[in-house]
C-alpha cells in the first residue's frame, strides 16, 4: 500500500469522523428544541421521548470515543490531524453534557406538568434556550466549516444566556418570596434555567475547541476580547 493511498484513507477516517460528530451533535440539537417544547405544551408522550433518547446520545459518545482511538493508534496522527482527533473527543463530551442537561430539563417538565401543580409562575425561558440553541448550531456549522471567526460569535452570545439566567433567577426568587405556593414548580424551573445556562457554556467550549483547531492557540479562559484578537491573526 502506497504512501498516497494511506494518506487518502486517512482524510476519509477524518471525514468519518466529523460527519458522526455533526450528527450526534444534530440529535442533540433535537433534544433540547423539544425538552423545551414538552416544558411549555405539557405533552408528556414528547417528555419521555427526550428521557429515553438520552440513551442514543450516549451511545453515539462512546462509538466514537472509540473511533477516535482506533484512528490513533492505526494512523498516528501529528499535527493539524492530531489536532482535529483531539478536538473530535473534547466535542462529543460537551455535546453528551447539553444531551444530559435536555435530559435534565425534560425530567423538570414531568415533575411540573405531572404533578399537582396550581401555581406556575410565568418566566421567560423560551429567549435564552433560543439563544443557546443557536449557540450549538453555529458552533457545529463553525466546526463544519472550520470558521474560528464564527466561532468567537458564538462565544459573544454565551453573554446573552448567562444575563437571561440572571433575569430568570431574580424572577423566580421574587415569586417565591410572595407566593410560596410557587416554591416548589419555581424551584423546578430554576433548575431548568440553570440547564440553559450549562448549554450555553457547553456551545461555548465547543467553539473554543474549533478556534483550538483551527489556529493551534488555546483560547479558554482568556476572555472574549483576547479570543476575538488571537482569531483576527
Known sequence: MNQEHISK????????????????????????IRAMQGLESGDMALIEQVIATD?????HEVELDEACT??????????VDLRMIMTVVKIITD??????????????????HGGDTRVLPRV??????????SMLRR?????????????AEVVRQDREVDAGFKAAM???????MEDPRTISSSLDLLFVARSIERI?????????????????????????????KEVAR
Open 70 to 79: 482506533h484512528v490513533i493508534a492505526r494512523r498516528q496522527p501529528a499535527a
Open 200 to 228: 450555553g457554556d457547553h456551545a461555548k467550549n465547543i467553539s473554543e475547541y474549533v478556534v483550538y483547531l483551527v489556529k493551534g492557540r488555546d483560547v479558554r479562559h482568556i476572555g472574549l476580547e483576547a479570543m476575538e
Open 170 to 176: 431574580r424572577q423566580l426568587i421574587t415569586f417565591m
Open 55 to 59: 440513551r442514543q446520545v450516549n451511545r
Open 9 to 32: 484513507q486517512f482524510d476519509v477516517d477524518l471525514e468519518g469522523l466529523r460527519t458522526r460528530v455533526l450528527a450526534m451533535g444534530g440529535l442533540v440539537e433535537q433534544q433540547l
Open 124 to 133: 421567560d425561558l423560551r429567549q435564552p434556550a433560543e439563544i443557546a440553541v
Open 139 to 151: 458552533a457545529l456549522d463553525a466546526f463544519a466549516r472550520l470558521d474560528a471567526n464564527a466561532s
Open 95 to 112: 455535546l453528551e453534557r447539553i444531551g444530559d442537561e435536555a435530559k435534565k430539563i425534560a425530567k423538570m417538565a414531568r415533575a411540573i
